[in-house]
């Protein structure tokens, strides 16, 4: 009769032991998933979103506002620069040779009439490199910029030419071979000018301005 109920117990004991582990392991398999989906981006996505974000939007300007913008605010200022710098020469650079060579002024006032030059053309060098290029598009600033370089080169010449003259002329002396150098200076200052004109000649058409 014990052994018949020891072993009952000992049955009823391991039921019981298996009831917990296996409870257990339902419990583990069964604990919910978390079904929350968050929202991503790909990369692919961010990388294009943020390139949209860093690329400005480049707005094109119409021809006649360019056109308008450039007769009233840019035309004037160039027409400024291109008659000074033609008039500098001629009243303060082929007058004084001229008048030196007929006798009409000393040497000394030769060289203050050249330091004059000097001055002016140092004044239209920094209003050539600001000039007004707001109101015109990526194409046009690029034609002004090559414009405005070249004439830029052309007074820094005509500047070299002034400072070799006026050397000579503190001297008093005029040896052949300086005043060859000083015609070359002022020849290349001229190639310059007129690749200048050039630029301004086919902006000015681009925008349908007549010459």
Not at 71 to 88: A, G, Q, S, Y
Not at 103 to 123: C, F, M, N, P, V
Not at 132 to 147: I, N, Q, R
Request: charged share 30%; with cysteine.
């Amino acid at each position: 009769m014990k052994r018949i109920f020891v072993i009952t117990m000992a049955v009823f004991l391991t039921s019981v032991v298996s009831a917990c582990g296996g409870s257990d392991e339902n419990t583990k398999d069964s604990k919910p998933v978390n079904t929350l989906t968050t929202k991503t981006e790909t990369p692919v996505s961010r990388e294009d979103s943020t390139k949209t974000e860093m690329e400005p939007v480049i707005e094109e300007i119409p021809l006649d506002a360019q056109r308008d913008f450039y007769i009233k605010t840019t035309k004037p200022e160039i027409d400024h620069i291109v008659d000074e710098f033609d008039f500098i020469w001629e009243t303060l650079w082929t007058y004084t040779f001229q008048s030196v060579t007929d006798g009409k002024i000393t040497s000394s006032e030769a060289w203050k009439k050249l330091d004059t030059a000097k001055k002016r053309y140092d004044l239209i060098y920094q209003q050539t490199g600001e000039l007004p290029t707001d109101g015109l598009d990526k194409e046009l600033k690029k034609k002004l910029g090559s414009f405005q370089v070249e004439i830029e080169d052309a007074i820094a010449f005509r500047l070299e030419a002034i400072k070799k003259a006026k050397k000579m002329f503190d001297k008093g002396e005029f040896p052949a071979s300086e005043v060859n150098d000083i015609q070359d200076i002022v020849d290349q200052s001229g190639d310059y000018f007129l690749q200048g004109i050039l630029y301004l000649t086919d902006i000015e058409n681009t925008l349908g301005i007549e010459n």
